[in-house]
């Protein structure tokens, strides 16, 4: 399925102000420090005490958690760039809850913000206030308050009328404690022995690995890259990021074709495992419906690119 260009950013100069002063939530502050520092805590135990099963099992979780965001959260919820049978759906909503990065819902609303305020006040991890702010400093401070009426506006009446995504975010509490952090502290313990205070700390160190994994794409896939789609934005097309994330680091052509399921020029699978994955899926007859952009739509995108250098 082909879609027409969608490229519906708020002009940035237009939108940023300068008189936005930060209000530090320091609940958030706090857990953010126990959670890194339980992870440098939790890497010390995987290399030089628990045992090898205990780093597969996470390393495992790790992954299935990053697919629930790229293929779930990102490219299935947020962009509708392709259409999932009720399998693919719950099983995507579980390892999204797994992962730990808010329910769908709230997900795919801060992220249809960003896409439709980039690089303005209404961005909620806006890229110009710096590599901190957009990568976790936007979770320790109150939104600014254009986040907040801007993102009344988007409609978000696909996910109040998705059956998965409500009985996600009536449970989430539940739901998350139990995939993100209950079973896997538990198994490791319960199956091969693990001391539970190892595989606690090991637990905290692969959910935070994978938050600044996902947070890398709104930070360092916004300020280090290429721009060969759209140099008027910050977003950048980085190797990578796409290799730690799955394919999602080719964030310049993802801004300007976000509803291409690849979220890039190129299926190339190597830097890609998402679209590898849904590829797969589609094979399966479990998504279907794939959008993607034309070669041609491409090409007149670059071209019209390249002359902004004259």
């Given at each position: 399925m082909k879609f027409k260009e969608i490229d519906e950013k708020v002009p940035a100069k237009k939108q940023r102000t300068i008189d936005y002063k930060?209000?530090?939530?320091?609940?958030?502050?706090?857990?953010?420090?126990?959670?890194?520092?339980?992870?440098?805590?939790?890497?010390y135990l995987t290399l030089f005490y628990a045992k090898l099963w205990t780093f597969i099992w996470h390393f495992a979780i790790g992954i299935i958690s990053g697919i629930g965001v790229t293929a779930g959260a990102h490219r299935l919820w947020c962009h509708r760039s392709y259409k999932a049978k009720w399998p693919m759906r719950f099983i995507l909503m579980i390892f999204q809850t797994t992962a730990f990065q808010n329910h769908i819902y709230e997900w795919v609303r801060d992220h249809r913000v960003h896409h439709k305020f980039t690089d303005t006040d209404a961005d909620p991890y806006n890229a110009c206030r710096g590599f901190f702010f957009s990568h976790i400093g936007w979770l320790m401070v109150r939104k600014h308050s254009d986040v907040i009426r801007k993102g009344a506006t988007i409609d978000m009446s696909d996910l109040d009328q998705d059956p998965l995504v409500v009985f996600q975010k009536k449970w989430y509490l539940y739901l998350m404690s139990f995939c993100c952090f209950i079973v896997p502290t538990v198994?490791?313990?319960?199956?091969?022995?693990?001391?539970?205070?190892?595989?606690?700390?090991?637990?905290?160190?692969?959910?935070?690995?994978?938050?600044?994994?996902?947070?890398?794409?709104?930070?360092?896939?916004?300020?280090?890259?290429?721009?060969?789609?759209?140099?008027?934005?910050?977003?950048?097309?980085?190797?990578?990021?796409?290799?730690?994330?799955?394919?999602?680091?080719?964030?310049?052509?993802?801004?300007?074709?976000?509803?291409?399921y690849k979220a890039a020029e190129f299926g190339n699978y190597k830097l890609n495992f998402t679209t590898a994955l849904i590829d797969f899926c589609a094979y399966l007859g479990l998504a279907y419906d794939l959008k993607t952009a034309s070669a041609d739509m491409v090409k007149k995108r670059i071209l019209r690119n390249d002359e902004m250098n004259y």
């Amino acid at each position: 399925m082909k879609f027409k260009e969608i490229d519906e950013k708020v002009p940035a100069k237009k939108q940023r102000t300068i008189d936005y002063k930060w209000e530090i939530v320091w609940r958030n502050v706090i857990i953010f420090i126990y959670i890194h520092l339980s992870c440098l805590y939790g890497l010390y135990l995987t290399l030089f005490y628990a045992k090898l099963w205990t780093f597969i099992w996470h390393f495992a979780i790790g992954i299935i958690s990053g697919i629930g965001v790229t293929a779930g959260a990102h490219r299935l919820w947020c962009h509708r760039s392709y259409k999932a049978k009720w399998p693919m759906r719950f099983i995507l909503m579980i390892f999204q809850t797994t992962a730990f990065q808010n329910h769908i819902y709230e997900w795919v609303r801060d992220h249809r913000v960003h896409h439709k305020f980039t690089d303005t006040d209404a961005d909620p991890y806006n890229a110009c206030r710096g590599f901190f702010f957009s990568h976790i400093g936007w979770l320790m401070v109150r939104k600014h308050s254009d986040v907040i009426r801007k993102g009344a506006t988007i409609d978000m009446s696909d996910l109040d009328q998705d059956p998965l995504v409500v009985f996600q975010k009536k449970w989430y509490l539940y739901l998350m404690s139990f995939c993100c952090f209950i079973v896997p502290t538990v198994i490791p313990w319960w199956t091969w022995g693990e001391n539970l205070w190892f595989a606690w700390h090991i637990a905290v160190a692969r959910y935070c690995i994978n938050l600044n994994i996902t947070w890398s794409v709104n930070s360092a896939a916004h300020i280090w890259g290429v721009k060969p789609y759209d140099k008027s934005i910050t977003s950048t097309d980085n190797a990578s990021v796409s290799f730690i994330t799955f394919g999602e680091g080719w964030h310049n052509y993802h801004h300007v074709f976000p509803c291409d399921y690849k979220a890039a020029e190129f299926g190339n699978y190597k830097l890609n495992f998402t679209t590898a994955l849904i590829d797969f899926c589609a094979y399966l007859g479990l998504a279907y419906d794939l959008k993607t952009a034309s070669a041609d739509m491409v090409k007149k995108r670059i071209l019209r690119n390249d002359e902004m250098n004259y």
